[in-house]
């Protein structure tokens, strides 16, 4: 079961120009920042309500982040991530609708989430995550 | 203050095609389908924990929701609308942090709310919405 959205994932060209506009202007504030460096991202990390904000920005041209910024170069909303009570069975439950999945089997994410992709071809245009706690 | 993320506002090429994705993939439910005239689309509403997700097809080739899918065709997140305890006082924080704003006022929008947006060439390529219960 889905319980709320866990994250946004938003793409940005650099972090030092839009960290301080969620800081400034939105009046959020940065709690983390790290790099990622099997995505070839650099993170920096919000937090609004129970949703958290993961800015992306890529350290490599060949980053899935780099390819999202040449489509969309002013950046966006990259990925969306629903928290789930049972990730195997979310994964079951989308497969059974007819989605295309990335990753047919949950890896291990960020803070020890279980977590997987649908195919934004199956998802309406937005790439979508189901993470979910690791149990 | 920004309490939560309120709504994400999702661009769709057909709600009758979308919908039952996310019923029957991600098991949510359409709680409520409306026609917004002004707005030239029509919509469906969905409830992920704190944050409901509104997805929205055009209902005219000149309506704002038309005009995204020109550019992405395959649909996306058109917009993330944040709660804000304070919506004057917010837009006036985003100005002074040199946000160019698309609404100086609030204006009413679907079920009492005030809402305004942001210029997304100010907000890193995301079109973000504020919003607050009216007063």
Redesign the interface.
């Known amino acids: 079961?889905?319980?709320?959205?866990d994250h946004?994932g938003?793409?940005?060209?650099s972090l030092d120009?839009?960290v301080?506009?969620y800081e400034?202007?939105?009046?959020?504030k940065c709690e983390h920042r790290e790099e990622v460096a099997s995505q070839k991202v650099r993170t920096a990390f919000f937090t609004?309500?129970?949703?958290h904000i993961e800015l992306l920005e890529p350290t490599s041209p060949d980053s899935p982040i780099a390819k999202f910024l040449e489509k969309?170069p002013?950046?966006?909303?990259h990925h969306?991530a629903?928290?789930t009570t049972d990730i195997g069975g979310?994964l079951k439950?989308?497969a059974g609708?007819?989605?295309k999945l990335i990753h047919e089997v949950p890896f291990e994410g960020a803070a020890g989430k279980l977590v997987a992709f649908?195919h934004?071809?199956?998802?309406?245009?937005?790439l979508?995550e189901l993470c979910a706690p690791k149990a």
């Not at 938003?10 to 060209?13: N, P």
Request: proline share 4%; charged share 10%.
């Open positions: 079961m889905i319980t709320k959205i946004l938003i793409a940005v060209r120009e839009a301080p506009y400034n202007a939105l009046g959020l609004a309500g129970e949703t969309n002013a950046g966006g909303v969306v629903f928290a979310q439950q989308a609708a007819g989605v649908l934004p071809k199956s998802t309406y245009g937005v979508t």
